[in-house]
């Protein structure tokens, strides 16, 4: 395998799930670029910003640095963020977690895909997790395709299925064409991650500021299609939980990785 002329991206994914929807995120962060013809680590580059972002929400939201950022929790005002100590009441915990999605300032420009699955819905007769990774796959390698980069990917800690999933996609990952075909006549063509490099990572959220961000755009995500469906709680609704997605720059969402409305970057 050749390094792609632009370098190298990591992918943190993490999930957002209930028995009817599961949404999965990823967000890539650069590792390698070329600079005055020299190759250069700029991942640290990046982590030093998270930091930053990560420390305005210590000094703003008044949840300490330590705090493991988790959508579930936060949006349901649990979690005793508030200081570490009390947990945010309802509708401050919402208020907070879209202040939170709304400072950050330090992805690179289409960084963040989601996809969302509804139950019975078939992928190539994959369902749920399989069907949602498997187009979240195919939208990683189209965005490495597009930006000319390889990839590497690292999955929150405690999903082994995910990586199955990451080395069957390695080798065979069935593709559709949005012109309802291949020229060879075939529905499907096998348009594999040959551009990911290594086995499929674990990371523990705790440590990791990139795979909480993850997090917290998934289920952000996660509201806003439950809100489609007319499937989100009556204080959800009332709250109007379903636009702190959209809280989130959308320069940072990849449009792209959708053909249909709306564009913001979560694949229905």
């Keep these: 395998m050749e390094l792609e002329k632009n370098g190298l991206d990591i992918f943190y994914i993490d999930e957002s799930h209930d028995k009817n929807v599961y949404v999965v995120t990823c967000i ?3 590792f390698l670029r070329k600079r005055d013809k020299n190759w250069h680590i700029v991942w640290g580059e990046f982590f030093k910003n998270a930091k930053s972002w990560r420390k305005r929400v210590e000094n703003e939201c008044k949840i300490p640095f330590h705090k493991e950022l988790h959508g579930t929790k936060l949006a ?26 709304s400072m950050v300032d330090f ?5 963040v895909m989601s996809v969302a699955v ?14 949602a990774m498997h187009m979240l796959f195919q939208r990683m390698r189209r ?17 082994p299925e995910y990586r199955k999933m990451y080395r069957k996609a390695q080798v065979h990952l069935p593709t559709g ?4 075909g291949w020229h060879n006549g075939s529905n499907t063509r096998n348009l594999p991650l040959d551009m990911f490099t290594k086995d499929g990572n674990e990371k523990d959220s705790k440590n990791c500021l990139f795979t909480q961000l993850a997090d917290l755009i998934a289920y952000s995500a996660f509201l806003k299609v439950k809100h489609e469906n007319s499937a989100l709680e009556s204080w959800q609704e009332y709250y109007q939980a379903y636009d702190i997605y959209d809280r989130l720059n959308p320069a940072y969402v990849n449009t792209k990785a959708q053909n249909c409305w709306p564009k913001d970057g979560i694949v229905r």
Excluded: M, W
């Design 28 to 30: 890539a962060i650069p």
């Design 76 to 101: 349901a005002g649990r979690g005793n963020f508030n200081r570490g100590k009390y947990p945010f009441k309802v509708p401050k915990c919402l208020s907070v977690y879209s202040d939170i999605l």
């Design 107 to 111: 992805l690179e420009e289409s960084s």
């Design 118 to 131: 509804t139950r019975g819905k078939s992928i190539y007769g994959s369902y749920r997790l399989e069907a």
């Design 143 to 159: 965005q490495c395709q597009s930006k000319k980069v390889n990839g590497i990917v690292f999955f929150d800690q405690g999903h």
């Design 177 to 180: 064409s949005q012109y309802g």
